[in-house]
T-cell receptor
Framework: QQQVKQSPQSLIVQKGGISIINCAYENTAFDYFPWYQQFPGKGPALLIAIRPDVSEKKEGRFTISFNKSAKQFSLHIMDSQPGDSATYFCAANLNAGKSTFGDGTTLTVKP | EAQVTQNPRYLITVTGKKLTVTCSQNMNHEYMSWYRQDPGLGLRQIYYSMNVEVTDKGDVPEGYKVSRKEKRNFPLILESPSPNQTSLYFC???????????FGPGTRLTVT
């Protein structure tokens, strides 16, 4: 009930292409869905986030699409760059600070 | 500079020797959490706190203790560490529940 399932585990994209990472959840009580980016040797950093009353949020090249009825949300990275190569985590928050993360996606953008 | 600090950054210890990993944030955040990160398992929440003296268990609390006596500090205590607690640990804080978390730089713990 608390799980967040993330796919794919790894992704290779050519420079300029679109990277898409998907997440699915079961618990409808989740009410905040952030994405984090992590570079080797660093802590995760907030990339973009969405609330379930919104179907899409865009910040620069990064877009979250949210499908409440399907209990799915995805991260789209447009015009992917080698500097975007990192591990990406989706997460879902419950009340009082409970937070559940997906297992992560390692993105490699080839020049 | 707004930040979450953790100490130590690296720690090698032996089974059963009590240890504490400190975490401090300078952003006056209400919420703080501890996570462990293991290959292929993402980040798993150990404990979280929504305010001073208010803490609750995350998904993997066994073998860990926390306390929140001050708003800025949230130490993680391993009373009797075991080899299966060898991991990368992150502390995080957030202003509100529906805001993103700021993560510390991580503590690499090895228990032999």
């Amino acid at each position: 009930q608390q799980q967040v399932k993330q796919s794919p585990q790894s992704l290779i994209v050519q420079k300029g292409g679109i990277s898409i990472i998907n997440c699915a959840y079961e618990n409808t009580a989740f009410d905040y869905f952030p994405w984090y980016q992590q570079f080797p040797g660093k802590g995760p950093a907030l990339l973009i986030a969405i609330r379930p009353d919104v179907s899409e949020k865009k910040e620069g090249r990064f877009t979250i699409s949210f499908n409440k009825s399907a209990k799915q949300f995805s991260l789209h990275i447009m015009d992917s760059q080698p500097g975007d190569s990192a591990t990406y985590f989706c997460a879902a928050n419950l009340n009082a600070g409970k937070s559940t993360f997906g297992d992560g996606t390692t993105l490699t953008v080839k020049p | 500079e707004a930040q979450v600090t953790q100490n130590p950054r690296y720690l090698i210890t032996v089974t059963g020797k009590k240890l504490t990993v400190t975490c401090s944030q300078n952003m006056n955040h209400e919420y703080m959490s501890w996570y462990r990160q293991d290959p292929g398992l993402g980040l798993r929440q150990i404990y979280y706190s929504m305010n001073v003296e208010v803490t609750d268990k995350g998904d993997v609390p066994e073998g860990y203790k926390v306390s929140r006596k001050e708003k800025r500090n949230f130490p993680l205590i391993l009373e009797s560490p075991s080899p299966n607690q060898t991991s990368l640990y992150f502390c995080a804080s957030s202003l509100q529940r529906q805001t993103g978390q700021y993560f510390g730089p991580g503590t690499r713990l090895t228990v032999t």
